[in-house]
């Protein structure tokens, strides 16, 4: 039975939340009200919440944008249906999308920044069927747990997409210990990378993922860029690796730091892939990029139909999310917002609706 309203947690001014309830749209053809099972905690959430980053919908409205969750009504085809929300829902019909690039479409929409006052630290929401991921054989993976693949996971993975990585690849990830650049290790170690490089400032993150993906790992703290690249030139020459063309590297991090250090290891026929978010500006010299044969690609959430690779690369254990991910229940959301604010979270939370 669909309920009449949708118990909430809003932001209603940058820094406040408030429990509350708001109405159950009306439902239009191809939509399906989903009752949420988990929604993770982003850093974005955090910067609408403590920056006052702009959203489209301005306070008050719901956060949330990594959601899971059961089908209860609308949709008739889907009723019942676990699934994923993509965190970037496209339209479907402009130019970009019917060029494949609906993860850049301009009319998108993100549950908790630009649909409404709705988004996924609720009890339910309501969004079209036609770009959810359904999700089939879990293997026991908790479908709280699979909310996180809508952004945290899916972002890596477009990024490993545009980086076109292949068996027998060379990666480096930068911020290889952080919410995505985990994810990011896992994902390139999971689509056949022969050699992946983690750097990352937490120690203790950081000798965790030589379990997951990382076949070597450096913490650039202390240490120029030469540095860091001498260290790398010692475990290529080690394990017989060319260290100095074809690698494939990841800026996870979005800080100055990390993109500077990410273009001084950019090198003969690289390719640099921008994933994480910063507002510093950096400065480099084209010509060097013109003389490497190298590339700079941006890349930006992930359309909705290469959501079932994804799940796929989860469900087979390529891709593990246990180990990085815990559940709390949504009533202790203010004390997950500042705990994240802070640093002080050591895996990605997954709020759990407890109304």
Not at 156 to 180: C, F, H, N, T
Not at 240 to 260: C, L, S, Y
Not at 338 to 344: D, F, I, M
Request: hydrophobic fraction near 40%; include cysteine; charge should be neutral.
């Amino acid at each position: 039975m669909i309920p009449s309203t949708i118990k909430t947690w809003q932001m209603t001014e940058p820094g406040k939340l408030q429990k509350t309830e708001i109405p159950m749209p009306e439902l239009k053809a191809g939509d399906v009200v989903i009752e949420i099972k988990g929604c993770g905690v982003c850093h974005t959430d955090l910067s609408y919440f403590y920056m006052g980053v702009p959203t489209i919908q301005k306070p008050p409205l719901s956060l949330g944008h990594e959601i899971s969750g059961v089908v209860i009504g609308g949709e008739a085809s889907m009723v019942g249906k676990e699934v994923i929300i993509p965190a970037v829902i496209p339209c479907g019909e402009c130019e970009l999308c019917q060029a494949g690039r609906g993860n850049r479409c301009l009319a998108q929409q993100m549950p908790g920044y630009s649909m409404g006052i709705y988004g996924g630290f609720s009890s339910h929401i309501v969004v079209q069927a036609k770009f959810l991921c359904t999700v089939g054989d879990r293997k026991g993976i908790p479908l709280e747990h699979l909310s996180v693949i809508a952004d945290a996971v899916t972002t890596p993975y477009q990024a490993a997409l545009r980086a076109e990585i292949k068996a027998g690849d060379r990666v480096i990830v930068i911020g290889a210990a952080g919410g995505v650049g985990s994810f990011m290790t896992q994902t390139a170690k999971g689509m056949g990378a022969g050699t992946v490089i983690g750097i990352d400032i937490n120690e203790e993150k950081l000798k965790f993922m030589k379990g997951y993906g990382a076949d070597f790992t450096i913490n650039p703290k202390g240490k120029n860029a030469k540095e860091v690249r001498e260290l790398i030139k010692g475990y290529c020459k080690e394990k017989g690796v060319p260290a100095n063309t074809n690698w494939k590297i990841f800026e996870v991090t979005g800080t100055k730091p990390g993109q500077e250090l990410a273009l001084a290891l950019l090198s003969f026929t690289g390719k640099l892939i921008v994933v994480g978010y910063g507002t510093d500006e950096t400065t480099y010299m084209l010509s060097r990029l013109m003389a490497f044969d190298a590339e700079i690609i941006g890349t930006w959430g992930c359309p909705p139909d290469k959501y079932p690779g994804v799940l796929q690369l989860c469900v087979d254990g390529k891709i593990q999310l246990g180990p990085f991910v815990e559940t709390r229940p949504m009533s202790q959301i203010a004390e997950v917002f500042e705990q994240a604010h802070h640093g002080e979270l050591k895996r990605r939370v997954i709020l759990t609706p407890d109304f």
